[in-house]
């Protein structure tokens, strides 16, 4: 179990990587502002493909959970500028929820799952 929750950063199933969620938060610390959260979530989520062995590029599926749709296009802007670059772009949806939870009095304001190839050994 991790320091967080009984549950698993990602677990590796037939051939895919499939990540916990990740908030835009690191050492129980986030920013207020909401683009600053999304790269951190991508931060975060790059380093949970890293260490399952695969990479952002090899991402086929996105969740992004957000508080509030107002926050959607400066999501979009930051989300661009990691997953644009790539090519065949991973499917996404992107849903507002009611909460998220607090890091040091700060409201998170979004989350990113993924499902990801596993890269093979070469």
Not at 17 to 24: E, K, P
Not at 51 to 64: H, I, R
Not at 106 to 117: H, P, T
């Amino acid at each position: 179990m991790n320091t967080y929750g009984p549950y698993s950063p990602f677990r590796v199933a037939n051939g895919f990587v499939y990540t916990a969620g990740q908030i835009g938060a690191v050492k129980g610390k986030a920013d207020a502002n909401v683009k600053v959260q999304v790269r951190q979530a991508l931060d975060n989520l790059k380093s949970v493909l890293h260490e399952a062995g695969t990479d952002m590029g090899s991402v086929v599926k996105t969740t992004v959970y957000i508080t509030d749709m107002k926050h959607y296009a400066d999501m979009n802007e930051v989300y661009a500028e990691v997953f644009g670059a790539v090519d065949n772009a991973p499917a996404r949806s992107c849903v507002a929820v009611a909460e998220l939870p607090r890091v040091a009095d700060v409201k998170l304001l979004v989350e990113v799952e993924a499902v990801a190839l596993l890269r093979e050994n070469t």
